[in-house]
């Protein structure tokens, strides 16, 4: 049995649409406070993806030993500085405009426990570079009532704010599915 210790409804799309055979469990994991002491410890965007896919893992394994439970997380990186989701439109259209023009990276993680202990990750880090926004685009896209608690933007919406992306797709939305899939068809959990 493969569970996704994970409330994301995205996440979950990805693996009904893959085939994955699932249920989900939300991980009930205080996110903020867990970035707060590896932001404490120094460590970086994508080592803080990890290391909060790994938790929700654990923390759904705990629950269920005999499960292979699938933790997942994403974290955004500016020039090194792990970014968090944003509430508010102010905030959002500040984002936006922290990011206008510039590259940023999104480090999507995936930690899978048995046992209650990881025995698979992956990180994929992808680059997108989003073209440059004026401030009155700014505050009229951060009114979307969908940008709340999000990076500051849906890429399934808005692809077109973006010049370049280099990366897989669905790393970007939140799961490194290419290399999740690879590892459950290694080890018989799907068909190939």
């Known amino acids: 049995m493969i569970v996704l210790a994970s409330g994301s409804a995205t996440r979950a799309a990805m693996l009904r649409e893959a085939g994955v055979p699932f249920e989900a469990a939300a991980p009930r994991v205080d996110e903020a406070a867990v970035r707060a002491a590896l ?36 974290v955004m990186d500016l020039r090194g500085e792990a970014l968090g ?11 936006l405009l922290a990011l206008s023009g510039r590259d940023h990276r999104l480090h999507s993680a995936a930690v899978a426990c048995e046992g209650g202990a990881p025995v698979w990750r992956h990180v994929s880090s992808v680059r997108l570079r989003m073209r440059p926004l004026a401030p009155e685009e700014a505050r009229a896209l951060a009114r979307r009532p969908a940008l709340e608690g999000s990076m500051g933007y849906l890429f399934e919406e808005m692809e077109d704010l973006f010049e370049e992306v280099r990366g897989e797709r669905e790393a970007i939305l939140g799961m490194p599915m ?15």
């Not at 970086?44 to 997942?72: F, T, Y």
């Not at 290419?178 to 190939?192: H, I, K, P, S, T």
Request: a positive charge; charged letters at 30%.
């Open 39 to 74: 932001a404490a410890e120094g460590a970086g965007p994508r080592d803080m993806a990890d290391a909060l896919a790994e938790a929700k893992a654990r923390k759904v394994a705990g629950r269920r030993p005999e499960a292979l439970v699938v933790g997942s997380d994403q």
């Open 85 to 95: 989701k944003v509430r508010g439109a102010e905030a959002v259209a500040a984002r």
């Open 178 to 192: 290419a290399a999740l899939l690879r590892w459950l068809r290694l080890r018989g959990e799907v068909g190939a």
